[in-house]
């Protein structure tokens, strides 16, 4: 068998695998509940309206259109947590994947990102709906503005997913500091308040977070309709670091799995 | 004839076992000095399997075997030494891994059929063989919790029975099923040698790898204690038991 030839067949296989194991996920997850798939649209739903009624009703913030500022952050954010939170637990969750049989490892924590995104996408309407209802515009060139923005904050995600996935089968701590990290990490990033609130002695270490510039290009799309290349140039350059530090410890550190576990 | 296994001086050692950050911290461990712990898990292990031909692994609790089924399955790394396969492998290692509870029979042959490396299409154009082969009927759309073991492992068998393969790796998974389906399975093995197909057996049941098997390996304490015949193997591997029935120490202190 020539070698593309080769390639290809492993490449199909493995979305094929992947499609299979996100697939599971979503029917455990909803299929024996009364609503169904309805969940994945009532959830974020329910989500925005708890968010509304907290800070638009009951906390009164000041800022013009306040509730849609925060879900515009608070969406993509769930997302990155939540595929997080999961991945990194995904090898020690499936151990009898790891050891008993063959399979291309990296899957694993990519069905959890991927699981977590098939949700943010089901989100999307919802927040369209949201925006619509509360005076906002629907801008026409979201229609290739939002793929973009899901595939790139995937890039971010999966990489790191993949780190703290190899990293929780050494230190099984991991899974437990990834949740601590991840909240100090939500308010350490502009997500219910605005970048200008943040002081300006302080704001040099902003800069520093990687979600700054994420969360930042989501808005400017949500709220404007605009891509901020400069913010989108930050996000790619940190997807291609993380790509690249991931590539190097899952190829030194995922062989060694099977017996770790 | 060509080889379809080829393992040629393989060592194997088993790092240290991944701590908590209390222990990294703090440094303490404790010495491990029990008759399990030992520098090397095994230690130059040099075998081939013809294509065709089944090769049956024996040995004590703890004396590497599962550990040289993982080596060839490539689930983990030798730490010296070449493993060679020729064709596709699939393991029987654990039956179902992979299988969820929630979902049904049919759904977990898709998930599992695709963890074992068949395409989307192969697992559709066999469906129906994998089913009836199972003999789950009307059961199979049943969420698998409901599922017995037994009717558990026969999916399994089944799925992995349909996977075309040329290398099968099992674990002690021969006794499945009631004694009609283990029948069955174990003409499945047979037909599966005829075809050329290769099994590498780990098994405490002697009679069934003096029937089955062609050569095999008998372990103790990761050395190879002797190998070639099936025969030779296990009436060596007899003497060894009720020799270590009698002064468990000596065999194990090595």
Redo the contacts between chains.
Sequence with gaps: MNRELKIG?NV??FL??LY??VQ?DL??RY??SVLGYLWALANPFAFALVYYVAFKIIMRVQMPNYSVFLLTGMFPWVWFTNSLIQASASFKN?V????????VRAVLPLGSVIHEMVHFCFALPVLCCFIFFTGGILHLSWLWQLPLMVMLQLSMAYPLALILAVAN?????VEYIVGIGLSLLFFLTPIVYPVSMIPDTYRHIFEWNPLVALVGSWRSIFLEGNIDFKLINQCITMALIMSFLSIVIYRGGA??L???L | MSSAVQCDGVWKRYGRQPRGIKELLVGRHKADDSRYSREWALRDINFAVERGSAFGIVGHNGTGKSTLLSLLLGTIPPDRGNIRMHGRVASMLELGAGFHPELTGRENIFLYGSILGMSLTEIRNNLDKIIGFSELDGAIDNQIRTYSSGMIARLGFSTIAHTPVDILLIDEVLAVGDSHFQEKCGQYLQDFKARQGTLVIVSHDMEALAEMCDSGICLNMGHVLVQGSISNVLSEYEAVMTMSRREPKQICKE
């Design positions: 067949i199909k296989h094929e695998l299979l194991l599971k029917k455990v299929k024996s499936n009898s994947l790891v050891k008993k049989v063959n399979l089968v050494y230190v099984h701590d062989c060694k099977g017996e770790l």
